[in-house]
């Protein structure tokens, strides 16, 4: 299993190819919504009380960089589900609780793991993946909820690969699809940033598939109308 980080690193290797170069061209925003929410820095913390007090000191730093408040999170093979195993913390405003969030973390790890840093984007929680069938051949998933789409049930499939009026109309089909259009005094959400997501990730998928088995955005934050979205996990299964 590997965990895709949106920035530099994985443009440079994920469009280091005509096919994919394409995706990226036809969903600027998206893509540069994913960047701007991925992981900025991953540390990883040695046994040595002098590095151990330096990687703390870096970490703060980062999380000034990039503006309270923060996400902290637990990066370790051991760990799939972060919210089930208490490895994310939420609404960090200050250096001290960085501090000592990142110590009860990496204490309660078993194995050597790492620690990431995030902005806190808020907005509707989406869930976003595709993966191959073995009768059916590829096929794509969107729903609302994020980490509660297993309470939910609110999802549309499709098979691969879609286009833009597809991806429309497979969030039209949630019951929850209101919500992105604004209820309840709440605005309306980038559902055109979404759907270039969805399309982006389909043709991602097209053409890498014979490559990956599973390929899964959860969740997928949309932001208000005009403000794009910020991929906040991003998990792949290579074959």
């Given at each position: 299993m590997l965990w895709l980080k949106w920035n530099d690193n994985y443009e440079h290797h994920v469009c280091n190819s005509k096919h994919s170069r394409k995706a990226m061209e036809r969903t600027p925003e998206t893509h540069?919504?994913?960047?701007?929410s991925s992981v900025i820095t991953i540390f990883a913390y040695e046994r040595e009380e002098?590095?151990?007090?330096?990687?703390?000191?870096?970490?703060?730093?980062?999380?000034?960089?990039?503006?309270?408040?923060?996400v902290l999170k637990l990066l370790s093979p051991d760990v799939i589900h972060k919210t089930e195993s208490n490895a994310v913390v939420l609404g960090i405003r200050s250096?001290?609780?960085?501090?000592?969030h990142a110590?009860?973390?990496l204490v309660g790890s078993k194995i050597p793991s790492q620690l990431l840093i995030q902005e806190l984007v808020l907005g509707s929680e989406i869930i976003l993946g595709a993966r191959t069938d073995p009768q059916f051949g590829p096929f794509?998933?969107?729903?609302?909820g994020?980490?509660?789409?297993?309470i939910l049930k609110d999802t549309s499939l499709r098979l691969l690969p879609?286009?833009?009026?597809?991806?429309?109309a497979m969030l039209k089909e949630l019951k929850g699809y209101p919500i992105l259009e604004g209820v309840r005094g709440q605005g309306r959400r980038d559902i055109s940033a979404l759907v270039r997501a969805i399309v982006g990730l389909s043709e991602i998928f097209v053409n890498y598939r014979s490559y990956l088995?599973?390929?899964?955005?959860?969740?997928?934050?949309?932001?208000?109308?005009?403000?794009?979205?910020?991929?906040?996990?991003?998990?792949?299964?290579?074959?």
């Open positions: 540069k919504s994913m960047s701007k002098a590095q151990h007090r330096k990687r703390f000191k870096e970490l703060k730093k980062e999380a000034e960089k990039i503006g309270y408040p923060v250096a001290e609780e960085v501090k000592s110590e009860r973390l794509i998933m969107v729903g609302l994020g980490i509660y789409v297993e879609v286009d833009a009026k597809e991806a429309r088995s599973d390929l899964e955005i959860n969740p997928l934050i949309v932001k208000k109308d005009g403000s794009g979205i910020a991929a906040v996990d991003v998990r792949m299964v290579r074959k």
